[in-house]
């Protein structure tokens, strides 16, 4: 099997797995919504696997290896945050994830319109989708970002703590970078956190007032307390979230109320 197989193949057995979890109700209460979503859930995670892997080939550019035996807990040898380099990540991370955060919260959209019975013709080019879509990759690349610099930074000064040369430091940086089971929390949570914008963006635009949290107990015990909590449509809950995900992997819900 070549790349592409072997990623198509992946991607298949994660919407397989997906669908068998628990997720509130709500979620399958709409095939067609459901099946989107798990859908581009599955080429988030690819592109986000893709992405990572990539950053693991390129990292090694972004040390100075000339520091490297020396570096002590002060310094790092790893390109300076301001530095050009993890501008250009960015832009990389970013192209890489926004078409699937966008078709996440049109899906979400779509999940209201079919819902609450109300079509407004949500798709791609809604300025509401595009606009929440931008704000959420926006937030991820940035948080991404800082993490993959921090991993990498963590993985040099182990190798210097452990004496290691430059090819078993090379080797250690591609292991904490090229993460799949990373990949895949990033593309479960943030395909919740899409749907959700995209169902919370529905409500304003057909003017809800107010929202109400709806927590799936068994899979989700964190946000149990939350459970039938009602606030704003604007408003956060009380935990400090506008909507799921409250963790990684919630898969809770909020019906919007008029
Ligand atoms: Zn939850």
């Known amino acids: 099997m070549d790349r592409h197989a072997l990623l198509e193949a992946r991607a298949e057995l994660a919407q397989g797995i997906r669908a068998s979890e628990d997720w509130h109700p709500s979620y399958k209460s709409q095939e067609t919504t459901f099946r989107a979503l798990l859908r581009y859930e599955a080429q988030l995670d690819t592109q986000t696997a893709e992405y990572l892997a990539g950053l693991a080939l390129r990292?090694?550019?972004?040390?100075?290896?000339?520091?490297?035996?020396?570096?002590?807990?002060?310094?790092?040898?790893?390109?300076?945050?301001?530095?050009?380099?993890?501008?250009?990540?960015?832009?990389?991370?970013?192209?890489?994830?926004?078409?699937?955060?966008?078709?996440?919260?049109?899906t979400g959209g779509q999940f209201g319109e079919l819902t609450y019975n109300m079509a407004i013709g949500t798709s791609s080019?809604?300025?509401?989708?595009?606009?929440?879509?931008?704000?959420?990759?926006?937030?991820?690349?940035?948080?991404?970002?800082?993490?993959?610099?921090?991993?990498?930074?963590?993985?040099?000064?182990?190798?210097?703590?452990?004496?290691?040369?430059?090819?078993?430091?090379?080797?250690?940086?591609?292991?904490?970078?090229?993460?799949?089971?990373?990949?895949?929390?990033?593309?479960?949570?943030?395909?919740?956190?899409?749907?959700?914008?995209?169902?919370?963006?529905?409500?304003?635009?057909?003017?809800?007032?107010?929202?109400?949290?709806?927590?799936?107990?068994?899979a989700c015990p964190i946000c149990a307390p939350l459970d039938g909590e009602t606030v704003g449509i604007d408003e956060t809950f009380s935990n400090g979230v506008d909507r799921p995900p409250s963790h990684p992997r919630c898969r809770c819900n909020t019906y919007i109320v008029y």
């Open 125 to 218: 080019l809604s300025d509401w989708v595009l606009e929440s879509a931008r704000t959420q990759t926006a937030k991820l690349v940035t948080q991404v970002t800082d993490t993959n610099r921090k991993l990498i930074s963590e993985a040099i000064k182990q190798s210097v703590a452990r004496g290691e040369d430059k090819t078993a430091t090379m080797a250690r940086i591609s292991e904490v970078i090229n993460n799949p089971v990373r990949a895949e929390m990033i593309a479960h949570t943030e395909s919740v956190n899409a749907y959700q914008g995209g169902l919370l963006g529905f409500g304003r635009e057909t003017g809800a007032t107010k929202k109400t949290y709806e927590a799936l107990a068994g």
């Open 59 to 106: 990292a090694p550019e972004y040390v100075d290896w000339a520091q490297v035996p020396t570096v002590h807990a002060a310094a790092t040898p790893l390109a300076n945050k301001a530095d050009e380099v993890w501008g250009n990540e960015m832009i990389d991370m970013t192209k890489a994830v926004i078409d699937a955060i966008t078709m996440l919260t049109v």
